[in-house]
């Protein structure tokens, strides 16, 4: 079973940038799709976006896509995930997430990610604040 933790977080002021790292142990995390999640006091998570076990395919959701970009540093076991032009309403717990090689290719498809990962991290605070 592979445990996730996010690192990155904190206070930025709207325009900022901040790069979320989401380290894995007990596995590589280029055997899983990876999934960002993110999920404000009184909203619904929500899928912001995924990279596919091979880099083939990448996801983002319409809300992120132009600003935030995801990556892959295999020798540091991490998936990144670089947030740029931050707003208000993108304050929020950040999770990562590994699922099935399939989960990145049905966000991509359909439009819109999966909640079934199997394996989450802790979460960690986001905050866009003047």
């Known amino acids: 079973q592979v445990q996730l933790v996010e690192s990155g977080g904190g206070l930025v002021q709207p325009g900022g940038s901040l790069t979320l790292s989401c380290a894995a142990s007990g596995a590589s995390l280029d055997d899983y799709d990876i999934g960002w999640f993110r999920q404000a006091p009184g909203k619904e998570r929500e899928g912001v976006s995924c990279i596919g076990d091979d880099d083939r395919i990448t996801y983002y959701a319409d809300s992120v896509k132009g600003r935030f970009t995801i990556s892959r540093d295999n020798a540091k076991n991490t998936v990144d995930l670089q947030m740029n032009s931050l707003k208000d309403e993108d304050a929020a717990v950040y999770y990562c997430?590994?699922?099935?090689?399939?989960?990145?290719?049905?966000?991509?498809?359909?439009?819109?990610?999966?909640?079934?990962?199997?394996?989450w991290g802790q979460g960690i605070q986001v905050t866009v604040s003047s």
């Open positions: 997430a590994a699922g099935g090689r399939a989960f990145c290719f049905y966000a991509q498809t359909v439009g819109v990610m999966r909640t079934d990962f199997g394996s």
